[in-house]
């Protein structure tokens, strides 16, 4: 199974920027796609972008234009830059992990809390 470690969440006014990390540890080498999702307080989690193993990525439409996912595969690390946020933004980050066939790399990081006040 694979571990994930998350870091740079925080708090932030609108229009700033926040960058998470999450590293990967285990058996990295099974790791497909990585990427993101988010869940607000009452509501469901949703996808917010992935990347997957020929770099190919997803954005939810509501960060299009404002946040950019990339990884390093050396370092078996998924980043999310996020710039321009705004208060709609705020919710709990959690990293997320995807195998090849036959590889047991799915995976949830613990959350991490993306704060943006008004």
């Known amino acids: 199974q694979v571990q994930l470690v998350e870091s740079g969440g925080g708090l932030v006014q609108a229009g700033g920027s926040l960058r998470l990390s999450c590293a990967a540890s285990?058996?990295?080498?099974?790791?497909?796609?990585m990427g993101w999702y988010r869940q607000a307080p009452g509501k469901e989690r949703e996808k917010v972008a992935t990347?997957?193993?020929?770099?190919?990525?997803y954005y939810a439409d509501s960060v299009k234009g404002r946040f950019t996912i990339s990884r390093d595969n050396a370092k078996s690390t998924v980043y999310l830059q996020m710039n321009s946020l705004k208060p709609e933004d705020t919710a709990v980050y959690y990293c997320n992990t995807q195998g090849f066939r036959f590889c047991a790399a799915g995976s949830w990081g613990q959350g991490t809390q993306v704060t943006v006040s008004a």
């Open positions: 990347i997957d193993s020929g770099d190919n990525t």
């Open positions: 285990g058996d990295t080498i099974c790791i497909s796609t």
